[in-house]
Each structure stands twice: as structure tokens, then as C-alpha cells.
């Protein structure tokens, strides 16, 4: 299947759940195992799990909408990506975002 329709798949299947991303330590680069910790000091939560993520990118620097599989599972009706359409609370993106180091074959999701 790939990793995109598998991730887009998971989400399917477990659509009615809650995800916590821990992202008071990041590891930017070629993580998880080979990345450089990075201080971010944040908690991203909630039951739209694309949402979840695309808020994670934006935070990391990373475009959503460059992302595959975050555009598939906009694309079937699974999640939102868009900005200005995602409900936020507690501090703003722009907050807290962190410039996160990407490996070379990652560099065009950055965001403009």
C-alpha cells in the first residue's frame, strides 16, 4: 500500500480517537532514531487526526499541504488540513513554532 494510504488507512479505521503528540522534546533531522533533539515545549491534542498533525507541521516549518498523506485524508473527507479552518486553542501556532532542521529529500515541504 505505501506509507501515505497506510497512515490515511490507520486513520480510517480509527477514526473515533483522541492523539497526544508530546512535543515537549522534537527531534528534527533524520529522526526519530537518528535526529538531533529539539526544544519545542508543546502538547498538540485532538480527535481530528490530520488536523492534529497538520498542526504539528506547521509548528516544525512543514507545509501540510505538501504532505501525502495529510492531503489523501483531506482529500476523503477524514480530516482538515486547511489553515484558518482547523479549530485551535491555548497558544498560536506562531507562538510556538520551532524552525525544525529536514533532511534533504524533505526540504520541499517546507512551508513558504
Excluded at 48 to 66: E, Q
Excluded at 93 to 101: D, H, L, N
Amino acid at each position: 500500500m505505501g506509507i501515505s494510504e497506510s497512515i490515511v488507512e490507520l486513520n480510517r479505521i480509527f477514526r473515533h480517537t483522541f492523539a497526544i503528540v508530546d512535543g515537549i522534546v522534537g527531534m528534527e533531522g533524520n529522526g526519530p532514531i537518528q535526529g538531533t533533539p529539539k526544544q519545542v515545549g508543546v502538547l498538540v491534542m485532538g480527535s481530528d487526526l490530520p488536523s492534529v498533525d497538520a498542526t504539528c507541521c506547521r509548528i516544525m516549518g512543514i507545509d501540510p499541504a505538501k504532505v501525502e498523506y495529510l492531503t489523501v485524508a483531506a482529500d476523503r473527507g477524514l480530516g482538515v488540513i486547511e489553515e484558518g479552518h482547523v479549530e485551535q486553542r491555548g497558544e498560536s501556532i506562531k507562538s510556538v513554532a520551532t524552525k525544525f532542521e529536514l533532511i534533504d529529500s524533505f526540504k520541499q515541504l517546507r512551508l513558504a
